[in-house]
């Protein structure tokens, strides 16, 4: 708990300077309010990631003059991580770096990954035997679009104050409490200090918005979340890989649908950003029922209102991953669960009928 609360504190800090201090996001404040997925109305900085990368440095810092032993592991973690924030938080401050740029900088960071830390996609469990992959050719290129993939993801699912930042946070907290269970300290520790520095950005950005996430915190806690799935699942032969595919099948579902939806459904190029995903159906066609008039204030408390429906989903995936961590069969009867929900409530939004428990009573 010391690396969560170390972490918790510095970040908290850090973000309330970044903040308060307009000459580190004078041109990194979000005024562009009328975008198709924009749904705030008040100028806000979108540096959020700077706070969180320099929570989690300094926190790995002080955890290798505490365990000497994992020097090597933490500073390659980070330094690979670097790649992947450098692109998001140079996009925040100039929106000059493509999407296409900052995906191609995460899968450099993936691919460093591979053979600094090990990291790579080198199994795959089925219910009575798993397959072992023992090709680089093969294993690369999957452990680059699996890592590189679930970063782009969490920065798909940043829409509303808080939605990425809780996910994450849960997912985190469920590889810290695996990681314990096979003893991998480091992952534990790891896991710990990410989650602990978004939770003290996250006291800032939920409800009221004072700051958001940005492409650089998105990309950063994207690629560390996908980064300690692999490392928990491959370092530790007891841990289901279906475990990972579980716990993180929330934004990579996302992800995915949306490809399908953009590229077969609506005849658009993949990268073309939308307002349709299922975060935002939820703030137009339910939210809205709750929160009526269209000033700022209820703006804002709209924006709030949304994520804890999208908390409460990905808890369907994070919970049952956590308690059934080694058992690949009720692991993998749990994705086709959870798709299957998704694309149900999905349709069902979509053509005005949704569930009723989903539907809150507009307060006059």
């Not at 993936?110 to 080198?122: C, I, P, S």
């Not at 798993?130 to 690369?140: N, R, V």
């Not at 509303?160 to 907290?173: D, E, Q, R, T």
Request: proline residues 3%; aromatic residues 14%; contains cysteine.
């Amino acid at each position: 708990m010391f690396s969560f609360l170390l972490s918790f504190v510095a970040s908290a800090l850090l973000t309330l300077l970044v903040i308060k201090e307009a000459r580190l996001h004078g041109p990194a404040l979000d005024t562009d309010f009328m975008g198709v997925q924009k749904v705030h109305a008040h100028h806000v900085a979108r540096i959020g990631g700077l706070s969180i990368f320099l929570a989690v440095a300094l926190s790995s810092v002080i955890s290798l003059w505490r365990v000497p032993a994992m020097t090597y592991w933490l500073l390659g973690l980070l330094g690979c991580s670097f790649f992947a924030f450098v692109g998001g938080i140079v996009e925040d401050y100039t929106g000059k770096v493509s999407a296409g740029r900052r995906l191609v900088l995460t899968m450099i960071a993936a691919g460093m990954g591979y053979f600094l830390l090990d990291a790579r996609v080198d199994r795959l469990d089925w219910m009575f035997s798993s397959w072992m992959l023992p090709y680089m050719w093969l294993t690369l290129p999957l452990t680059v679009l699996a890592v590189a993939g679930i970063a782009n993801a969490v920065n798909i699912i940043d829409g509303f104050n808080g939605l990425a930042s809780v996910v994450v946070i849960c997912m985190l907290l469920s590889l810290g409490y695996v990681a314990l269970q096979v003893n991998d300290m480091f992952v534990l520790i790891a896991a710990l200090m990410v989650a602990g520095a978004t939770a003290g950005f996250l006291i800032w950005n939920y409800p009221v918005g004072m700051i958001f996430l940005g492409d650089g915190g998105a990309y950063f806690i994207g690629f560390m979340l996908g980064e300690l799935a692999l490392l928990l699942v491959m370092r530790n032969p007891q841990v289901s890989t279906w475990y990972a595919a579980l716990l993180l099948i929330y934004p990579t579902f996302e992800t995915l649908f949306s490809v399908y939806r953009r590229m077969f459904v609506r005849g658009k190029s993949p990268a073309m950003p939308d307002g349709i995903h299922l975060h935002s159906l939820i703030f137009r066609r339910i939210v809205q029922w709750a929160v009526g008039r269209k000033e700022a204030r209820a703006l804002i408390r709209r924006n709030s209102m949304t994520s804890p429906y999208l908390w409460l989903f990905s808890l369907m995936a994070v919970i049952p991953a956590t308690v059934f961590w080694r058992h690949t069969w009720i692991l993998m009867l749990s994705c086709i669960l959870f798709i299957v929900s998704y694309v149900w409530i999905y349709v069902r939004i979509v053509r005005f009928k949704a569930p009723r428990w989903m539907i809150r009573h507009k307060k006059t």
